[in-house]
């Protein structure tokens, strides 16, 4: 089973600060990551698939970079709305998902 | 734009089946645009991949669970299901259903719904 650590578990920035977001695996996926946000009683949105690409609907301020077993979601310039846990999901072998990170709002 | 609402009993007892359904709106379940799963997370752990379900009945089914999950997707109901036996109280979590055009990434996903497996 492949596993993914997030990192951090929690993130606490200003409004305008960069996020950066990380996932690790533990054999190379490829670029078969996709990361999802997950506001406080709502069901996860799909953010960035095949490690890269936006979903559709997604700020541009949502970027995600990496391949094989390191890969980053960025948020350029956060917004209030940005609060949420970040999960990366894999798909190179079956699926699965790291624990999350909570993004937090000063 | 595909929408989707998990149903079922909230509390199942320790050996019994959980059944979930999981009804689809804004796309026809045959029309094979989307792939149809089940995903599940305990309180304080991670989400976790229970299965797959195609409009032809093909099913993919996480290794760790495929001898108890059993999957359906009923065409004149607009609906799919999961059946899971012999349940403990490791398999009380949230369940979701999702779906999307891509066999590798969740879309479109259900609000949830709790399900405690206990006496």
């Known amino acids: 089973e492949v596993v993914l650590t997030q990192s951090p578990a929690t993130l606490s920035l200003s409004p305008g600060e960069r996020a950066t977001l990380s996932c690790r695996a533990s054999?190379?996926?490829?670029?078969?990551l996709g990361w999802y946000q997950r506001k406080p009683g709502q069901a996860p949105r799909l953010l960035i698939y095949?490690?890269?690409e936006r979903a559709t609907g997604i700020p541009a301020r949502f970027s995600g970079s990496g391949s094989g077993t390191d890969f980053t979601l960025t948020i350029s310039s956060l917004e209030p709305e940005d609060v949420a846990v970040y999960y990366c999901?894999?798909?190179?072998?079956?699926?699965?998902f790291g624990q999350g990170t909570k993004l937090e709002i000063k | 734009q595909v929408q989707l609402q998990e149903s079922g009993p909230g509390l199942v007892k320790p050996s019994q089946t959980l059944s979930l359904t999981c009804i689809v709106s804004?796309?026809?379940?045959?029309?094979?645009?989307?792939?149809w799963s089940w995903i599940r997370q305990p309180a304080g752990k991670e989400l976790e991949w229970i299965g797959r379900?195609?409009?032809?009945?093909?099913?993919d089914y996480n290794p760790s669970l495929k001898s108890r999950v059993t999957m359906s997707v009923d065409s004149s109901e607009n609906q799919f299901s999961l059946r899971l036996s012999s349940v403990t109280a490791a398999d009380t979590a949230l369940y979701y259903c999702?779906?999307?055009?891509?066999?590798?990434?969740?879309?479109?996903w259900g609000q949830g719904t709790l399900v405690t497996a206990s006496s």
């Open positions: 999702a779906a999307g055009p891509n066999p590798y990434y969740f879309d479109y």
């Open positions: 095949t490690a890269s």
């Open positions: 999901q894999q798909c190179s072998s079956w699926r699965t």
């Open positions: 054999q190379s996926v490829g670029s078969c």
């Open positions: 379900i195609y409009t032809s009945g093909s099913t």
């Open positions: 804004g796309d026809s379940i045959s029309s094979g645009n989307n792939y």
